[in-house]
């Protein structure tokens, strides 16, 4: 290919070229500053860092994106029990819930028949999204255990221009803890509501010899909710809409992850199961063996070396498989006929490997350029529905994809950045896109920084959006679809009102293009993909963020969003109004605490076309630690006040809404031998 010599030129001048000296002035700057700074000011006034914004660690206010940090301290005070937990806190997130996954939406979309495959998913930079259905399971199912989060790092807005297809409303990086962060052995047992329980065991350690191990077993049972109701089922042949022991759940997972030197290599095996109470799909109603079964697995080697000119070199070589496995019990029978109960089985298998190499390094002072590439092969991407009368779908593709990307952070001056961002992606199965991203981020005043945005994005469609189809039944194939693409402006002011306090306000303007959607066609009642037009977001994001030497801390914020088709329409599934408050508060000393949340929504629109009422969930959490040396405990209960809500059913759905759960419980402890 004749692009390869200028770029290994460049690789060259970037690895090999004379080192710089503008990092160095900017960490002295810095330094002075601290130095004028008391204790309080240095422990409650540094700005935070975040890796996954640009590749590498740069200041939250130099950014290129609205950033929130999530940290294990936050995580363990508040009681979050999942991913969907932390994001359910933060600005601008929405989640919903269909009894058999959890969907996560950003600044007003949450689109039907989307499997999360709107936001990429890393962990520790391991792209988590599966091949098949390009999604995530991001509740009990998700590859990591929470207990092994050392840090989420949220990227709001387009990131196709480091991060390809999926980076449509954000990257979510999920940063793990190390083999220091335990030094020893861990015992973790959790039990609650719906006869829940969970176990973990993990083993961490940095050794004198530089060699560093994390090695950890979990597992979670669950027998559901015993009782759900249904009106939409309420017959007598249906057991009068009442869905008894069919809400169970159960997850095992094993993670590894090892380092030595400038290698860490890690490891995941997982596996979910979950009964599908809802009948979704048109399935028999209150049948314990319509279930899902998923699985993933995954090996990652990365080399991270910092060489003396200055240059940071990373390189990533990656193995992942993903299965999942779908038993539907139907009814074939004609009405009036004898019962003729079928299983329908969905089976997929994926597996693909890659390879990503990039380079950071100053040049010339005042540009920190990022040059890198990237490999995908999409090995298998199976597709398999039959029941004992018919194979209705057998199919095994393939694909790949390369990528080429740039991105430059040019300090124009002292307190003006300007960071400009270029991908190329190829595809085997629709051809080329180009991303940029644009942002002038300006500090006037050392507290004060202003961030203008302008990024694309794009998603390609999955295979199973492109080819799934149950023989009719109740979904078929498309004749074709297009990628998506968005594009977004965005005016972000990050303000510290004091050493405790800080203010984020950002304001944004998303357009997207052939949005991919899950809908019924009208002609023949089935369900089937398209891209169902163009869509348009306006929002304006506050939050107001608080620690105290005391030990209290928190947020409030407030998201408004009005997300609309082409013809002026709110979207289905969208709040308009979001309002949130998170609080730490010591109790005796810091050893002691308890968390509030309150998350407001106003409702959202159905695809009948009616709403959903609006909610106010609170949840709170006591935790204690070393009440006995070593001993973590945490009692929390969540939907504190017993809010009966409920979240749009989809397509899928008889329901045009399905309840959530009521009050529940969690006591968890934790113990470090």
Request: net charge negative.
């Amino acid at each position: 290919m004749n692009m390869r010599q200028p770029l290994y030129s460049l690789i060259a001048l970037m690895v090999s070229g004379p080192s710089f000296t503008g990092q160095v002035i900017a960490e002295t700057e810095f330094a002075d500053l601290e130095s004028s700074l008391d204790d309080e000011e240095l422990l409650f006034g540094e700005i935070p860092s975040v890796f996954s914004a640009s590749k590498y660690e740069q200041k939250v206010t130099e950014a290129p994106a609205r950033i929130s940090i999530v940290t294990a301290d936050e995580i363990q005070r508040y009681g979050h029990r999942t991913l969907m937990d932390v994001l359910n806190t933060l600005p601008g997130f929405q989640t919903s819930y269909d009894r058999n996954y959890n969907y996560v939406g950003a600044r007003g979309f949450g689109v039907p028949g989307d499997f999360n495959t709107r936001i990429l998913m890393l962990v520790d930079g391991h792209r988590i999204n599966e091949n098949i259905f390009d999604g995530v399971v991001p509740d009990r199912g998700f590859v990591v255990d929470i207990d092994l989060i050392d840090r989420v790092e949220v990227v709001r807005g387009p990131a196709s221009s480091l991060y390809g297809s999926s980076a449509f409303f954000g990257v979510i990086n999920v940063i793990t803890k190390r083999g220091r962060d335990l030094q020893g052995t861990e015992i973790s047992a959790a039990a609650g509501s719906q006869s829940s329980y969970q176990g973990r065991l993990s083993y961490g350690k940095r050794f004198d010899t530089g060699f560093e191990m994390l090695i950890s077993a979990s597992g979670y049972d669950s027998e559901g909710d015993d009782r759900l109701y249904y009106p939409e089922f309420d017959d007598p042949a249906s057991n009068n809409g009442i869905a008894g022991n069919v809400d169970d759940a159960n997850n095992r997972n094993l993670y590894a992850k090892l380092s030595y030197g400038d290698f860490t290599l890690s490891g995941v095996y997982e596996e979910y199961e979950k009964g599908v109470p809802t009948a979704s799909y048109e399935t028999l109603f209150n049948d314990s063996r319509t279930r899902t079964w998923e699985g993933r697995a995954y090996l990652d080697l990365k080399y991270q070396h910092l060489m003396e000119n200055g240059a940071d070199v990373t390189a990533r070589l990656f193995y992942d498989d993903y299965w999942y496995n779908g038993d539907w019990a139907y009814d074939y029978a004609d009405p009036g006929d004898p019962p003729d109960e079928v299983i329908f089985k969905d089976e997929a298998e994926g597996s693909w490997w890659g390879a990503e190499a990039l380079v950071t390094r100053e040049w010339f002072e005042n540009h920190r350029l990022t040059l890198g590439v990237e490999y995908r092969d999409s090995l298998r991407e199976k597709q398999v529905g039959y029941d004992r009368y018919d194979v209705s779908l057998d199919l095994d593709t393939d694909s790949y994809t390369w990528a080429i990307y740039l991105q430059d952070e040019y300090r124009l001056r002292d307190n003006l950045i300007l960071n400009l961002g270029l991908r190329y992606d190829s595809f085997s199965t629709v051809g080329s896109t180009t991303n940029p991203r644009v942002a002038l981020i300006w500090t006037p005043y050392e507290p004060t920084t202003l961030k203008l945005l302008y990024g694309t994005a794009f998603r390609t469609p999955n295979p199973y959006e492109l080819y799934y189809h149950d023989n009719e039944i109740t979904q078929k194939a498309p004749d074709g679809l297009d990628p998506e693409t968005i594009e977004t402006y965005e005016l972000i002011l990050e303000q510290r009102l004091n050493v405790n306090l800080s203010l984020v306000a950002s304001v944004y303007h998303n357009n997207i293009e052939d949005l991919l959607a899950l809908t019924t066609d009208p002609a023949d009642d089935l369900l089937v993909f398209e891209n169902s037009g163009d869509a348009t977001a306006t929002g304006t994001e506050l939050e107001l963020q608080g620690q105290w030497e005391s030990g209290w801390s928190g947020s409030v914020s407030y998201s408004y969003q009005q997300a609309e088709n082409a013809s002026g329409e709110r979207l289905v599934n969208s709040p308009s109004n979001m309002a949130k408050l998170n609080l730490i508060a010591p109790l005796v000393s810091d050893d002691f605490s308890v968390g509030l949340e309150l998350q407001y929504e106003s409702g959202r629109k159905t695809l009948s076309g009616d709403e959903t009422d609006g909610r106010v969930i609170t949840n709170t959490t006591l935790f204690s630690r070393n009440w006995i040396q070593g001993l973590k405990i945490s009692a929390s209960i969540y939907n504190l006040f017993d809010e009966n809500y409920a979240d749009p059913g989809f397509e899928e759905h008889e329901q045009d809404q399905i309840e959530q759960d009521g009050r529940t419980f969690r006591l968890k402890f934790d113990y470090v031998l």
